[in-house]
């Protein structure tokens, strides 16, 4: 009897009892299904979280002030905000440094055309929009000259823009109202969606910083600084260069604790990535319990099929069948099965992960977890399966034939 015409019987075999077949697969169903959701959830979160904090900016340096413990050596002095000397100082000498901007940052009532809003309100410099990686896709970004002139201009965000007035692209040209100061709308920027908590990053409107500074905050001080380095690979230098431009310009003696911190983006990433990482991989080694599970499930199933087919067996090997024959039928019909329920748990696997995105979790279907997983579902029939074969391989042809 040639490979195929095995291979048939075997399928011949299971569809006989096709119930009994599906029962046997359900462990193989749900374990390489979970495995798959499990890991899809998994890098789903992680995509999700690098992009939200990618959204942020590229290759960003954020410093924002600390209050310094006091120690023995020194009860020195400092502000808690930050100069326009400082922010010079990093844009004069900072070599890794691709772009700086200091920012004022208040939550302010935005009055516009047709409503009024609570919104964050920063005071930046042109070079914000390359340090936080955005961009203005109607209308323009104010310069250094609007700067200067202390000019009363605003960029909002795109939800800003719509709920001040409802279509936001009549914003342009439009006229807002902080305070007792009216702001020109000039430009929008590009929809950027939610940041690493949720927030909505397009609620937000951006004026010139000195603008903010003499008309709105009424100091001298910006609340923080952001900083774009060149490359990724100089994030560690650049954080060490700022701190000592910093600790000059803010004259801090030797010895005594910075007033300030810098924190680097990249590594908020990978603390993020490498959570969800431990959460993904505990996840799924609860989800591969069940490819067990439904091992050992396939291997109860085809020891009572050698049971019952004991007779059948005898037959065979009466009639020429070689016991190798027979151990082929038995492993190939249980890797089969898992097979079977490899492929049937992959489409549900799919499934479930477009339902899931649909309803807004974010999912990642990895090709190469998927033929993974397939191929250990025809390892686990292989492994669960041997012993039963071999079962049916050692019956002895007369007593196999006296069964009754």
Do not use: W
């Amino acid at each position: 009897m040639n490979i195929f015409q095995q291979i048939l019987n075997c399928f011949r075999s299971i569809l006989r009892n096709r119930m009994r077949s599906l029962l046997t697969s359900l462990g193989i169903i749900i374990g390489v299904g979970s495995v798959i959701v499990m890991v899809a959830m998994g890098e789903g979160s992680q995509r999700a979280i690098q992009d939200r904090i990618s959204a942020m900016g590229t290759n960003l340096l954020q410093i924002n002030h600390r209050p310094p413990a006091r120690n023995a050596q020194s009860t020195y002095t400092r502000r808690s905000s930050f100069s326009k000397e400082d922010i010079d100082k990093l844009k004069e000498e900072a070599t890794y440094a691709s772009a700086v901007s200091g920012v004022v940052q208040s939550e302010i009532t935005l009055i516009g055309g047709e409503g009024s809003a609570r919104v964050r309100l920063q005071g930046v410099q042109p070079d914000f929009l390359i340090a936080r990686n955005m961009a203005v896709d109607s209308g323009y970004f104010f310069n250094d000259d609007d700067l200067e002139a202390r000019s009363t201009v605003a960029v909002l965000g795109r939800t800003t823009a719509k709920n001040l007035f409802s279509d936001d692209e009549k914003a342009i040209s439009q006229q807002v109202r902080i305070g007792n100061v009216y702001f020109t709308v000039i430009g929008l920027l590009e929809t950027r969606g939610t940041d690493i908590d949720g927030r909505d990053i397009d609620d937000i409107v951006l004026i010139p910083m000195d603008t903010a500074m003499t008309r709105i905050n009424n100091s001298p001080f910006a609340n923080h600084i952001v900083v774009s380095v060149i490359r990724n690979e100089f994030m560690e230098a650049a954080q060490r260069e700022i701190e000592l431009l910093l600790r000059e310009s803010r004259q801090i003696p030797d010895g005594i604790n910075s007033d300030f911190a810098v924190t680097n983006q990249t590594n908020t990433i990978n603390t993020a990535s490498e959570t969800s990482r431990i959460l993904t991989g505990l996840l799924t080694a609860i989800a591969a319990i069940s490819l067990l599970v439904g091992g050992i499930g396939i291997m109860n199933i085809m020891l009572v099929s050698v049971t019952e087919r004991t007779r059948e067996i005898g037959i065979r090997m009466a009639v020429g069948a070689r016991r190798s024959d027979v151990l082929f039928q038995f492993l190939t019909e249980s890797v089969i099965l898992s097979l079977i329920g490899g492929v049937i748990g992959i489409g549900f696997a799919f499934l479930a992960c477009r339902v899931l995105y649909d309803i807004g979790i974010p999912t990642l279907i990895n090709p190469l977890i998927v033929a993974v997983s397939a191929l250990f579902a025809a390892l686990v029939g292989v492994i669960f399966g041997f012993y039963p074969a071999l079962k049916a391989a050692r019956l002895y042809p007369i007593e196999a034939l006296r069964y009754e």
